[in-house]
C-alpha cells in the first residue's frame, strides 16, 4: 500500500515507522511510505503556509492554494492519486470499520494539519475528512499515524497470525473481546477461570462467547444494542428452535406421534394447554 503524508513536521514519524510491526511492513515494501512538505509550496522569502483568518480571529489558517499544490505535485511524482484523507477533529469519527474499508484500497494520502485549521474549501480536494475522537490536538501527525497503525495491520502478510484481527475487539462480529488469561495460574488469591484449562475447545469457545456478549453489554452499551439488533435476536430465535425441536424430538421418542407432539405442545402458538 501506498502512502503519502502531507506535513510539516515528518521527523514526528521516525520512530513510528522504522518500529515493530510497522517497521517491519516499510522495510518489506508493505507499506511504500513518502513525504510531502507543504513548506516546498510556500509562497514568498519565508515560504509561509499559512495566513491570518478572513473575519479577524486568534490564530493562522493553512493555506487552502498552499495545500492543493502540494498534493498535486505529490500525485504527479507518485504517479496518481491516492485517497485523500484530511485529519481533522471537525471530521467523521474513525472506527475500525474505516481501518478496514481504508485497508482495501492501494493509496492513501494523510493531510495532518497545524494551525487554527485548514481553510474551508480544502474540502473540496480531499475524499473525507476523518477524526481521531472527540479532543484536540496541535497537529493531524498522531492521528494518522493511529490511522495507518490501525490499516496496517490488517494488510496481508503484515501480522504473523492473521486470524488476531478476525477475533478481536471491534472485529466484524462487533463485539468486544472476551477475557483473556496466560500464566501464572493464580496472582495474589486471583485464579484463572476453570474452563480454560480444560482443553474442551467446545465449552471453551462458549464461554468466551458469552463473556464476549456480557462485556460488551457493561462496557458498551451502544456496541452491544447494535449487535443485538443485526445478530443476537436472530441467534436467539435459532436456540429456541433449536431447543424446541430437540424437546418434540424427545418426546416422540417417548411414544407420542409427533402430530400428537405438536398438537398438545405449549408453546406453539394459537394452542391452549389443555
Ligand atoms: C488545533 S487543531 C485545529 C482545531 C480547529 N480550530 C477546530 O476547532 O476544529 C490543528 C490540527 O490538528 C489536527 N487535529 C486536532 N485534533 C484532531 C483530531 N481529534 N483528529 C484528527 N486531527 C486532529 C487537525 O489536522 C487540525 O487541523
Not at 114 to 140: A, C, I, K, P
Request: charged share 25%; with cysteine; net charge negative.
Amino acid at each position: 500500500m501506498r502512502v503519502d503524508l502531507v506535513t510539516l513536521f515528518p521527523e514526528l514519524f521516525q520512530g513510528f515507522l522504522t518500529t515493530s510491526f510497522v517497521g517491519q511492513a516499510v522495510t518489506s515494501g508493505t507499506l511504500d511510505v513518502a513525504f510531502a512538505s507543504p513548506r516546498d509550496h510556500g509562497l514568498g522569502k519565508h515560504r509561509a503556509v499559512d495566513d491570518t483568518p478572513y473575519g479577524g480571529g486568534s490564530g493562522m489558517v493553512f493555506r487552502v492554494d498552499v495545500l492543493v499544490a502540494c498534493l498535486e505535485a505529490q500525485d504527479a511524482v507518485r504517479g496518481g492519486r491516492g485517497h485523500r484523507i484530511l485529519l481533522s477533529p471537525q471530521g467523521k469519527p474513525f472506527h475500525q470499520t474505516d481501518a478496514r474499508r481504508l485497508a482495501q484500497l492501494p493509496a492513501l494520502t494523510f493531510v495532518c494539519g497545524r494551525y487554527e485549521g485548514f481553510d474551508e474549501r480544502l474540502s473540496g480536494y480531499v475524499d473525507e475528512e476523518l477524526s481521531l475522537g472527540d479532543f484536540v490536538m496541535t497537529g493531524g501527525e498522531v492521528a494518522a499515524m493511529a490511522m495507518i497503525e490501525a490499516v496496517a495491520r490488517l494488510l496481508p502478510g503484515v501480522l504473523g497470525n492473521a486470524h488476531s484481527t478476525v477475533e478481536e475487539s471491534h472485529s466484524e462480529e462487533g463485539l468486544l473481546e472476551y477475557p483473556q488469561y496466560t500464566r501464572p495460574q493464580e496472582f495474589r488469591g486471583a485464579t484463572v477461570p476453570a474452563i480454560l484449562s480444560t482443553g474442551d475447545h467446545a465449552k471453551i469457545a462458549a464461554w468466551r462467547a458469552e463473556e464476549s456478549r456480557r462485556r460488551t453489554a457493561e462496557r458498551r452499551p451502544d456496541m452491544y444494542a447494535r449487535w443485538y439488533e443485526e445478530t443476537g435476536r436472530a441467534l436467539e430465535a435459532a436456540a429456541a428452535a433449536r431447543a424446541k425441536k430437540k424437546a418434540r424430538r424427545s418426546r416422540t421418542k417417548a411414544g407420542r406421534s409427533p402430530e400428537a407432539t405438536e398438537a398438545t405442545s405449549p408453546t406453539t402458538p394459537g394452542e391452549s394447554e389443555s
